[in-house]
């Protein structure tokens, strides 16, 4: 699927993403890579974000929660990130790593990116 002239690639079907949940996906990266990315549904919508807090890089699939605010929650040392924005709520220069996305049909899309890889 294209939109415009950029590179797009399907995650899945929205349903396979419940509300409230962090869930473990691939993309394809750089060179053939696959990359890890969590994507993060709340009753907004979805975000999508490469699997893996900037404070001690564990991966937010594994210790990744959303709070009663639906901000995500990195378990490990309890550091917070606003979403869809993905800064941090005490030190708003350190930010999550976003990756690009649309819903459409049901379906959920990402933008290729090789900037984040």
Not at 8 to 28: C, E, N, R, Y
Not at 36 to 43: E, L, W
């Amino acid at each position: 699927m294209s939109f415009g002239d950029s590179e797009w690639q399907s995650l899945g079907p929205l349903h396979a993403f419940d509300i409230g949940s962090v869930t473990a996906a691939k993309m394809d990266g750089d060179y053939g890579n696959r990359v890890d990315v969590a994507v993060v549904r709340t009753k907004a919508g979805c975000d999508v974000i490469v699997d893996r807090c900037p404070h001690q890089g564990v991966a937010f699939t594994d210790r990744g929660c959303l709070n009663a605010n639906n901000q995500l929650v990195c378990t490990w040392h309890n550091w917070i990130f606003n979403l869809p924005n993905g800064t941090d709520t005490v030190e708003p220069g350190i930010q999550l790593q976003s990756v690009e996305s649309q819903i459409q049909d049901g379906e959920l899309w990402v933008k290729s990116n090789p900037d984040l890889f």
